[in-house]
């Protein structure tokens, strides 16, 4: 299982773009990269993932280095509402793959008003 | 749709009594899974079900038990608690193992005295 590292935490004001970065330099080739965030007191819930290229979607944006040993979840209008612990997580595609989510220390993120 | 259902919500017991976590889900989803976190803590997989009728060991299964009742049923069983498993405990479920996305309960906080 790669393994990843990411900030303990960072902060972000209010209507801001946040940048939250991930290393994951032991990623296999076929693993995708999944983030999921946990806002206090709640289940985790899923982000985004992708496998080589920028992926968008209506939460956010996430960018992959082209080596793929590191990406950046971005959010691009930071609310309070986007406070929470966000993982990224590198998961292995296909059959052979229990699902099973290697959850880190993950960012905690707090933003500002 | 209610999503991912756990009961109860919260819990205390005494060291050496037992207990079953419940969940359920609505959206018709072969896999699912029991997730442990303990405080400042990523969350660790305890037992998964890929598909009805089959049930697999994750990374902490030691004191727990799992049964799939059903398709929509995943029950965790702790037969002599012990103060160890005080944490939170997470149900997920997707739509097959492997790459999709999970879908997480609100958590069952669990206190053991």
């Known amino acids: 299982d790669a393994k990843t590292t990411q900030p303990n935490s960072m902060e972000s004001n209010e209507e801001e773009p946040v940048h939250l970065p991930c290393n994951h330099s032991t990623i296999s080739g076929t693993d995708y990269i999944h983030w999921y965030r946990q806002l206090p007191s709640q289940g985790p819930e899923y982000v985004i993932h992708g496998l080589t290229s920028n992926v968008n979607n209506r939460m956010a944006s996430l960018a992959i280095a082209e080596d793929r040993k590191s990406s950046t979840l971005i959010l691009h209008r930071a609310t309070l509402r986007d406070a929470a612990v966000y993982y990224c997580i590198p998961q292995r595609h296909g059959s052979s793959n229990t699902g099973k989510l290697i959850f880190g220390q993950g960012t905690t993120l707090q933003v500002k008003p | 749709n209610a999503g991912v259902t756990q009961t109860p919500k919260f819990q205390v017991l005494k060291t050496g009594q037992s207990m079953t976590l419940q969940c359920a889900q609505d959206?018709?989803?072969?896999?699912m899974y029991w997730y442990r976190q303990d405080p400042g803590m990523g969350l660790r997989l305890i037992y998964y079900?890929?598909?009805?009728?089959?049930?697999d060991k994750g990374e902490v299964p030691n004191g727990y038990n799992v049964s799939r009742l059903n398709k929509r049923e995943f029950s965790l069983r702790l037969e002599s608690a012990a103060p160890s498993q005080t944490s939170v405990y997470f149900c997920a479920s997707s739509e097959w193992g492997g790459s999709e996305t999970q879908y997480f309960g609100p958590g069952t906080r669990l206190l053991v005295l």
């Open positions: 959206m018709n989803h072969n896999s």
């Open positions: 079900s890929a598909s009805e009728g089959t049930t």
